[in-house]
């Protein structure tokens, strides 16, 4: 499982794991209070939707007319984490699930010795694959996790992250985000980022 993980933590700066990392940092820092909640379902439930492609469990393409309301869905899940409260943690697991499970949707592998074993082997070794998936999806989004947890380990940092101007670039990149899934583009952006990746 280190090994795993490490591997995941290796494709961090690589394209295609950007489609999955750049919109977990921006969730989890809108989500003023209840980051770690945000990023933990986030990761679980992208990591979830990326095993159950491989696995074959999920064939839905992102494609077409569900496009609209996927693009609607991932501002109104960066508007509930933004919005919640800390006692109200419904909608801040609600919008880490959503937001995770859209992003594990429209993600493409990255190449790597321990990926490659977890794809290959999803559809037959279900529970463990699903596990192995979970560990590279955390190392992946480590830097998320690591904003998540930064209140409760640097108090100082929650200024910064607390800042008007954190704030207004997340929630930016949150209508850039679903305005380009809502019309039909990020598909192609997902694309091109994996062909260079894969260069």
């Not at 569900?66 to 800390?86: D, E, H, T």
């Not at 947890?149 to 704030?167: C, G, M, V, W, Y």
Request: hydrophobic share 55%; charged share 10%; glycine share 10%.
């Amino acid at each position: 499982m280190t090994a795993t993980f490490f591997e995941g933590v290796g494709v961090i700066s690589q394209a295609c794991t950007l489609v999955v990392l750049l919109p977990g940092v921006a969730l989890t820092l809108v989500s003023h209070k209840g980051r770690l909640t945000v990023a933990l379902c986030y990761t679980v439930f992208a990591a979830l939707l990326m095993w159950a492609q491989a696995a074959q469990h999920w064939s839905i393409a992102s494609r077409g007319a569900i496009v609209v309301p996927l693009g609607v869905l991932i501002v109104a899940s960066f508007v509930a984490a933004r919005s919640a409260q800390q006692a109200n943690q419904r909608r801040l697991i609600a919008a880490g699930v959503v937001g995770g499970a859209i992003a594990g949707w429209m993600w493409l592998p990255c190449v790597g010795t321990q990926l490659g074993e977890i794809l290959n082997n999803a559809s037959t070794n279900g529970p463990r694959t699903l596990a192995l998936m979970i560990v590279y999806t955390a190392g992946a989004l480590l830097p998320m996790l690591l904003i998540a947890l930064s209140n409760q380990a640097i108090p100082a940092s929650q200024k910064i992250f607390e800042h008007r101007a954190t704030d207004v670039c997340a929630m930016g990149f949150a209508v850039i985000y679903g305005v380009t899934v809502a019309i039909g583009r990020y598909d192609d952006l997902v694309g091109e980022l994996f062909r260079i990746s894969s260069a």
